[in-house]
């Protein structure tokens, strides 16, 4: 199942110790990069630096499901194109762009604590609700993959065979979990709406955590070594009229 690949997956690695903000921060760089930039080997090697990253964060098999299911979504996008009649080698870029960020988020999701992400979304200014929904969000893949769990079994014992070979049959079938699945979701979110105007979500602008964000050596080590970069970039590309960017 697709959602037994997604979500926090808690590890002992440097990339699960780094502070939230500092891989947003080198997410946001990436893309950038990746969506300015349409030279092949710049995207190959942002798409090797996420690979590297994943490799790094030691998520294993799962790591490998996420990229295999990351380039199927990517050779369906490409060959979609190419019936459509698009230029080949803007198909390419464009696949090659989509193939990162979708790496590049998997890997930043896998390895931060969704409570981490909604509270580094807040200290870098943004909204208590914005946070809020992104953590509620990435907390909620493990909820939903026991509610899907659960249907699923209730309707195999009534004789509904959802797991057939037959991809046909499986997508027929699999229309019969809309209904419950979509009952149960809408349920939920009243209750989590209710549950959070009672605790008046919203009202301070200031929040205040158990556990606040500290950055501490190795995340300012890896922050010093983006802004570097990040600024030699800026210097080659305005000087030296250098078309490309450095890697991150």
């Keep these: 199942m697709v959602l037994d690949i997604l979500g926090y997956d808690r590890r002992w690695t440097p990339i699960h110790n780094l502070d939230p903000r500092v891989k947003l921060l080198a997410f946001v760089l990436v893309f950038i990069q990746t ?12 798409l090797l630096f996420q690979l590297t990253m994943g490799l790094f964060s030691k998520l294993s098999h799962k790591w490998l499901s996420i990229v295999m299911l990351a380039a199927i979504f990517t050779v369906i996008i490409l060959i979609t194109n190419l019936i459509l009649g698009r230029g080949f080698p803007h198909i390419i870029t464009f696949a090659l762009r989509l193939y990162i960020f979708m790496i590049g988020s998997a890997w930043i999701f896998a390895t931060t604590n969704p409570d981490e992400i909604g509270q580094g979304l807040e200290k870098c200014g943004f909204s208590p609700r914005v946070g ?29 065979q959802i797991r057939e070979t037959n991809v046909g049959n499986r997508l027929k079938n699999s229309i019969l979990l809309a209904t419950p699945l979509s009952i149960i979701l809408f349920k939920r979110s009243f209750e989590i709406s209710e549950a959070m105007a009672t605790r008046a979500f919203g009202l301070c602008r200031r929040r205040t955590y158990l556990y606040p964000l500290k950055l501490n050596a190795g995340d300012l080590a890896v922050l010093s070594c983006l802004l570097v970069l990040s600024l030699i970039n800026i210097v080659y590309w305005r000087i030296g009229n250098f078309d490309t960017f450095l890697l991150p």
């Design 35 to 46: 969506i300015l930039y349409s030279e092949l080997y710049i995207l190959i090697s942002l």
């Design 132 to 160: 809020f929904v992104v953590s509620y969000a990435m907390n909620f893949i493990p909820v939903l993959r026991k509610e899907v769990t659960t249907i699923i079994e209730a309707q195999e014992s009534r004789g509904l």
